[in-house]
């Protein structure tokens, strides 16, 4: 087995949450950048990602898709990182909470809105995050008292709860409340993030020109 990472991804997608965790690693990677369209649905894609979408991971022979459980995976892969606490570390419990709280509501929440389904409130019990206004309230009273969601220091889940704090303020669908901004704020100041960032603007770049 070779240890080698290759990062499938496109400059427009959730890949750059991904990148972001990978830099944060400081582990050297190879990226392979998959067009939208029929490039996505080749059957040699395929044979990596059978749902013919990106980010997908690939570690050796190990195969990861899906954002949160590739930061979860280069967390615990690269321990030297201090992306996660470590295995048997009671934080393991709020770090997993803010991982699927991501890749669970905040995710299903802003889909839906962004699509403008509102589930009717006599069937709110039914979906998993409720309702959009509870998702907000609850990471705004958590963030309104700490730095960081897991014990005090930075963290895989910061990745992903930030990222998806940061698309929406963005795009409009999320308020900027203080504490959504402040957060982000200092997620963002973070080198890695600004590598990530300047790495994927750099390949949108090239998309375009390519377009035309």
């Not at 990472?5 to 998959?34: D, H, K």
């Not at 504490?179 to 963002?188: G, K, V």
Request: with cysteine; hydrophobic share 45%; net charge neutral.
């Amino acid at each position: 087995m070779t240890d080698d990472l290759i990062f499938y991804t496109n400059p427009m997608s959730r890949g750059r949450v991904a990148r972001w965790a990978l830099e944060e690693t400081g582990q050297p990677y190879r990226t392979e950048i998959i067009a939208y369209g029929p490039p996505m649905k080749t059957a040699e894609y395929r044979a990596i990602n059978p749902m013919g979408k990106v980010p997908t991971l690939r570690h050796g022979d190990v195969v990861v898709t899906e954002v949160a459980a590739i930061c979860t995976y280069l967390a615990d892969a690269f321990p030297q990182a201090a992306l996660a606490p470590p295995s048997g570390d009671r934080l393991r419990g709020p770090f997993y909470r803010w991982m699927f709280f991501a890749a669970g509501p905040i995710e299903a929440a802003s889909v839906n809105k962004a699509f403008q389904f509102v589930v009717p409130k006599e069937h709110e019990g039914r979906v998993g995050y409720g309702n959009f206004d509870l998702v907000l309230s609850t990471l705004e009273g958590v963030l309104a008292k700490c730095d960081y969601l897991v014990g005090d220091k930075f963290s895989a889940a910061d990745i992903m709860i930030g990222s998806s704090l940061g698309w929406g303020m963005f795009n409009g669908a999320i308020d900027k409340r203080p504490a959504f901004t402040n957060y982000c704020d200092r997620l963002f100041a973070r080198p890695a993030r600004k590598r990530a960032v300047a790495i994927d603007e750099a390949l949108l770049a090239e998309q375009k020109q390519a377009a035309g």
